[in-house]
Structures are given as C-alpha cells and as structure tokens.
C-alpha cells in the first residue's frame, strides 16, 4: 500500500469516527432534551393540581367550575404531550389484553390492604360512616379512581420512566407525588403514598388503568367505611383540611 492510499484510508477512518462521535453525541443531547422535558411536564401537572387543591378551590368557594380550571388544563397537556409523542391510548394502560394480568399481580396486594383497613378500623372505632351508603357517590367512585390513576400512571409514572427508567427510583417519584396531591391530611398521605407504591410497581410490570383502579376504588371504599369521620376529616385535602 502507497504512502498516498494509508493517508486517504486514515483520513476516512477519522471522519467516519467523527460522524460517529457526533451522532452519539446529538443522542445523548436528545436524550437529556427529552428528560429535561419529561421533568418540566411531571412538575407542571402537580402544580396545577395542587394549585386546585390550595390556591383555586377555597377561592372558589362553592364554584366547582372554577375550581376545575387548573385540573382541567393538567388534563389538556397531558393529551398534547402523547399526542406530540405519538403514543397512543394503549401505550397509557386504556388497554384490556393485559387485563388478567394485572389483576393476579394487584390480588395480593389489594388483600393485604383491605385486610390492614379492616384492622385499623376495629383498632380505631370505626365502620360509623353512612357514605358507602350514597349509591351516586359508589358509582362516582370508580370512574374518579380511574381518572386519578391515569393521571399518576398512565402520564407521570410514564415520564418519570423516561427520567429514570423502570425501578424503583421511578416507582418512588410516583408515590411521592401521589401523597405530596393529599397534604396535609396525614392518614389519607400514608395511605395514598403506600398504595402509589404498588400500583406504580404494578402499572411498570402491566400497564393496565382498569386493573388498578378497581383496586383503588375498592380500597377507597373501605378506608371510608372502615375509618372514622375524626381520622379522615372528610377527606379533606390542601387548604380545606386547614379549614
């Protein structure tokens, strides 16, 4: 090989490794756009909703619609940020093939909740409450369930895996800001904060938003028959529990 042809070879061999080192680079500048931006939308959507809970509500006063401004534009970007994403309802858990699964992994657990409910109740002198007995306010139930589950799984749980991936870094993201949307009231924000826990884990393994939140209804239901009036306050949450 001539002098001519190694320093033609060599010169290719080192612009081929440059467009390499550029083009991770420009993945890995996207990859932290997309995280960075993953970030600014799981913030944006417990701001809002604490903005309901602390700021608009108690202004409100008994204005429901204005009180729903701020959750019903968390809700608005949620349906831009999958639309510019391209994923569809399926990639959220709107999806039944998995279904079965879900509910063997939610079994155990969901059990192990009601089971812990119905002791704290016995320990605490509760099943006094008459709200299981507002047929309008069960059916209600499970629809809420599921919008609260959409919201927590199907968008922030879905970021925050873009921020860190599935594991327990992630899943604790979840259940923080799960018990951060029930401050002050301190039952509702352990109960809330252990059950994000497992329905995040859940919803990583099998994305499902019917499994979880008939499991969540269902526990629901219990801690309001189950606890008393003086430990749940109503479940009252941000400004109201102050009031």
């Known amino acids: 090989m001539h002098a001519g ?17 550029a083009n991770d680079k420009g993945e890995a500048v996207s990859v ?8 600014w939308e ?8 604490m903005l309901a809970e602390w700021v608009v509500r108690p202004q409100a006063g008994e204005s429901k619609l204005i009180g729903a401004v701020p959750l019903s534009l968390a809700f608005i970007l949620m349906f831009l940020s999958h639309r510019a994403r391209g994923l569809t309802a399926r990639d959220a858990g709107w999806r039944l093939d998995n279904l079965f699964a879900a509910v063997r ?10 089971l812990l409910i119905i002791l704290i109740g016995k320990l605490t002198g509760g099943f006094n409450s008459t709200k299981p007995r507002d047929w309008q306010w069960v ?10 589950q959409y919201a927590l799984q199907g968008f922030i749980n879905a970021r925050a895996q873009i921020l860190w991936g599935r594991g327990w870094r992630s899943i604790l993201l979840v259940a923080c800001a799960f018990a951060l949307l029930h401050l002050p009231n301190p039952w509702l924000t352990l109960a809330t904060f252990a059950g994000g826990l497992i329905w995040a884990a859940i919803y990583q393994r099998a994305p499902n938003l019917f499994a979880l939140a008939l499991s969540h209804a269902l526990l629901s239901l219990l801690i309001v028959w189950a606890l008393p009036a003086s430990i749940l306050n109503s479940l009252r949450v941000g400004f109201r529990y102050l009031g």
């Open 139 to 148: 059916l209600w139930l499970p629809l809420w369930a599921l919008v609260q």
């Open 105 to 114: 992994l939610l079994i155990i657990p969901t059990i192990f909740g009601a």
């Open 42 to 49: 799981i913030a944006s959507v417990i701001i809002s909703f």
């Open 32 to 39: 932290l756009s997309d995280r960075l931006i993953a970030a």
């Open 5 to 21: 042809e190694s320093n033609s070879l060599s010169f290719r061999e080192t612009v081929k490794e440059e467009k390499l080192r």
